[in-house]
């Protein structure tokens, strides 16, 4: 089954960090670029971040610059994003995704418009005292 699982969601108080795994079952992540997506009850589904599946070109949602940080692990066919710095803002339901787009797509930060091929099912991050 082809499919991708997210984890390490969950809740954290305000100023404080989450790592949020994606990992690929039954193809692998080394021709797709791998974006998150987040989505709060009632709104539309907000890109933010994106990695290429080659040249390590990232980009990053304005909201999340500087805080959080996306990484992929080829070998483990794999892709992180840490979070830092979280805020109340940044509750909500976090989706990983693969898609295929280039490099340069990626780094100009156009690739949110590009289809997507395969989501996960997402999982909850909730940022709380």
């Known amino acids: 089954q082809l499919q991708l699982v997210e984890s390490g969601g969950g809740l954290v108080q305000p100023g404080g960090s989450l790592r949020l795994s994606c990992a690929a079952s039954g193809f692998s992540l080394d021709y797709y670029a791998v974006a998150w997506f987040r989505q709060a009850p009632g709104k539309d589904r907000e890109p933010v971040s994106c990695?290429?599946?080659?040249?390590?070109?990232?980009h990053y949602a304005d909201s999340v610059e500087g805080r959080f940080t996306i990484s992929r692990d080829n070998t483990k066919n794999t892709v992180v994003l840490k979070m830092d710095g979280l805020k109340p803002v940044d509750t909500d339901v976090y989706y990983c995704s693969a898609l295929r787009v280039l490099a340069s797509v990626v780094a100009a930060g156009g690739w949110s418009s590009y289809e997507i091929d395969y989501w996960g099912k997402g999982m909850r991050v909730t940022v709380s005292t």
């Open positions: 990695i290429s599946s080659s040249c390590g070109s990232t």
